[in-house]
């Protein structure tokens, strides 16, 4: 099973289990990872499960589709070259190792 590690608030990490088939964003709530609301399921509707992508295997994930962009151009925190709507990133073996940084402003 993959394992994905969180950095909240800045410095604490939080690694977990990453059931394939599910989201990153699905991962963070089902695990209690703090800062990732969420609010819209998963849809790309609300930005509230932006997160960086630091380490891993970035080359891996999925295009940023166009209305993943458009949600990141709305998001608090600042939109980096590393964003991601976590809902947007299905959880895959291939992404066993990955660390996402979760934006300190989600609401």
Known sequence: MPKITYIVDGQTAVTVDAAVGNSVMQVAVRNDVGS???ECGGNAMCATCHVYVEEGPVDSLPAVSAAESE???CTLSP???NS???CQLPVTD???GLV???AQEQV
Request: net charge neutral.
């Open 36 to 38: 990732i609301v969420g």
């Open 71 to 73: 949600m990141l151009d």
């Open 79 to 81: 939109r980096e070259s």
């Open 84 to 86: 991601r709507l976590s």
């Open 94 to 96: 291939l992404y066993d």
């Open 100 to 102: 996402v940084r979760v």
